[in-house]
């Protein structure tokens, strides 16, 4: 719809737009778990400059947006979450600089988690209850995912990387994430 009314620049042989949709990685099991949201394909190093995040499950559209005059052309990402309890873990993940996704995924690490933006996953039980706080995994089938009930917000995914500090408070807000 964008493309025919001239504010999204049309795909070319060059690749301006690519459309990501995988639909059927993301569907409950027969248990009930999602999951996308355990793969380790995500938690790799680097894929080529585009991080963790072209490895995601969501549905985003690159594109080039046109100007209603038709004169000025930006770069638009859109990121399509369909599973309510991951959006604070897409949002934090897709709208912080490629630098702050380093730094917050190599904290995680360190505490013996890994970050995505579908889930925060406990890897090492042992080292997550002595660096962040988070008890109750030492049983768990590991990777474990936390609660989404205590991830609901940009904030409180922040405050569970601090260790239930303060520590991360100014990149709550979006416009704070460059860094």
Sequence with gaps: ELE???RLA?????????LNLRHKHRMPNEIG????RRHRE????TSHGYENLSKDYHDKLFGVWVSSSGGRHRRIDIVVNSIPEELPLTMLA????RMLNRILRQHAKNSGCALTAHALLVIDAQAAALT??????AFA?????????????????????AGGTDDFIGLVKATQRNA
């Design 42 to 45: 995500q938690l790799s190093g």
């Design 4 to 6: 025919r009314r001239g």
């Design 33 to 36: 778990e999602r999951p996308h």
């Design 132 to 137: 962040l706080g988070l008890t109750g995994f």
């Design 10 to 18: 049309p795909a070319a042989p060059a690749g301006w737009q690519m």
């Design 141 to 161: 089938k590991l990777p474990a995912i936390v609660p989404y009930e205590r991830l609901r917000t940009e904030g409180e995914v922040l405050w569970v990387l």
């Design 94 to 97: 897709w709208t912080g600089s």
